[in-house]
């Protein structure tokens, strides 16, 4: 490896493990960081629950939101910023609470002025929860 080679990942591993406040409230852990790849692990807690005992909705999206961030972050010039302006997603099951769900993002489209990131969701034993499509607005500064 080369100091090239060494300084990026070790700034790719700063941006990763910098989460935001939010990220760190859920108990959202980065597992792997690359600019083309981002996983990451949430344990299921009752304060991320539903009504039925299983990962809120709104926490899935949560999940992936941050991932999609990060991933976009990771392929930034310095000052530039990141911000979500459209996301969808699919559920397939529940995440009961206990369990943890895994999340591994990886790019659709990386643009100069946008980037669209793919997010799928699985349990802990590796069956499919959701998926997520969310588009990245590229911040410039003024």
């Not at 489209?109 to 990131?117: A, D, I, Q």
């Amino acid at each position: 490896m080369t100091d090239t080679d060494t300084g990026e990942q070790a700034r790719i591993d700063t941006i990763a493990q910098a989460q935001p406040p939010f990220a760190q409230t859920l108990g959202l852990r980065i597992l792997s960081a690359h600019p083309d790849r981002v996983e990451a692990e949430l344990p299921v807690t009752e304060a991320l629950g539903n009504r039925n005992n299983t990962l809120h909705g709104g926490a899935f999206m949560a999940l992936a939101d941050n991932l999609g961030g990060t991933a976009t972050f990771l392929n930034l010039k310095t000052g530039e910023g990141t911000s979500t302006i459209e996301s969808k997603t699919n559920f397939f099951r529940p995440v009961a609470i206990g369990d943890t769900a895994r999340a591994v993002t990886v790019p659709l489209h990386k643009g100069r002025s946008t980037m669209v990131w793919q997010t799928t969701i699985t349990t802990g034993e590796g069956k499919l929860a959701a998926i997520v499509t969310q588009t990245q607005m590229i911040l410039r500064p003024m």
